[in-house]
Nanobody, 125 residues
Framework: QVQLVESGGGLVQAGGSLRLSCAAS????????MGWFRQAAGEEREFVGT???????RYADSVKGRFTISRDNAKNTGYLQMNSLKPEDTAVYYC???????????????????WGQGTQVTVSS
């Protein structure tokens, strides 16, 4: 059974940083593409970034240059480093794992098969 468990969310002031973790069990994280999404209250889930099985990265324009996705294969854990946070980054953040391996990365929620429970990130102004 595949399980993804996020952690690291919280309350931070604008300009601050947080690192989210996504621990995977039941599958090898590095074997497939993974992604991060977020969903603000009353909004649809939106793409944040993706890390392909081969190490390629792709980010939403809104977070490019501020957020970085990485992966520790030994720990079977993915990370989302978030710097220079803004109030508009406030949302529940989800990690996801796909059954696909791509070159360009996957940006749609329906491309992913497994999801974590989400972790709240709140950025105060």
């Amino acid at each position: 059974q595949v399980q993804l468990v996020e952690s690291g969310g919280g309350l931070v002031q604008a300009g601050g940083s947080l690192r989210l973790s996504c621990a995977a069990s039941g599958r090898t994280f590095s074997t497939y593409d993974m992604g991060w999404f977020r969903q603000a209250a009353g909004e649809e889930r939106e793409f944040v970034g993706t890390l392909t099985w081969s190490g390629g990265r792709r980010y939403a324009d809104s977070v490019k240059g501020r957020f970085t996705i990485s992966r520790d294969n030994a720990k079977n854990t993915g990370y989302l480093q978030m710097n220079s946070l803004k109030p508009e980054d406030t949302a529940v953040y989800y990690c996801a794992s796909s059954l696909r391996r791509t070159t360009l990365g996957l940006v749609r929620p329906q491309d992913y098969n497994y999801w974590g429970q989400g972790t709240q990130v709140t950025v105060s102004s």
